[in-house]
Nanobody, 121 residues
Framework: QVQLVESGGGLAQPGGSLSLSCAASTSRFAINAMGWYRQAPGAERELVAYRTSGGTVKYSDSVKGRFTISWGDAKYTVSLQMNTLKREDTAVYYC???????????????WGQGTQVTVSQ
């Protein structure tokens, strides 16, 4: 019932910037939280950031101060501005949408297909 369209990502040099966007469409349920997880090669998937319709914003410690998540102009769209990128930010980034006020904890959450972000010289 929820579909996600992801865009952005790509290749950047250390210290550079990239952005990700995600647009959700839903036919039944409201979406109360959207954000991203990421998974680097050989690593577990980790939370990056999310926002809720109630105004809560959460960042992982590894990206706090460098990444900014914001709602888009259209309903159920969210963007992630990634600045001062580091090599360790290299990963596949997954957009997640949830009926609940937190992403990634429910089997009912919807995950995108993933977008590659590579930070390299």
């Amino acid at each position: 019932q929820v579909q996600l369209v992801e865009s952005g990502g790509g290749l950047a040099q250390p210290g550079g910037s990239l952005s990700l966007s995600c647009a959700a469409s839903t036919s039944r349920f409201a979406i109360n939280a959207m954000g991203w997880y990421r998974q680097a090669p050989g690593a577990e998937r980790e939370l990056v950031a999310y926002r809720t319709s109630g105004g809560t914003v959460k960042y992982s410690d590894s990206v706090k101060g460098r990444f900014t998540i914001s709602w888009g102009d259209a309903k159920y769209t969210v963007s992630l501005q990634m600045n001062t990128l580091k090599r360790e930010d290299t990963a596949v980034y997954y957009c997640v949408a949830s009926y609940y006020y937190r992403i990634g904890l429910s089997d009912e959450d919807t995950w995108g297909q993933g977008t590659q972000v590579t930070v390299s010289q």
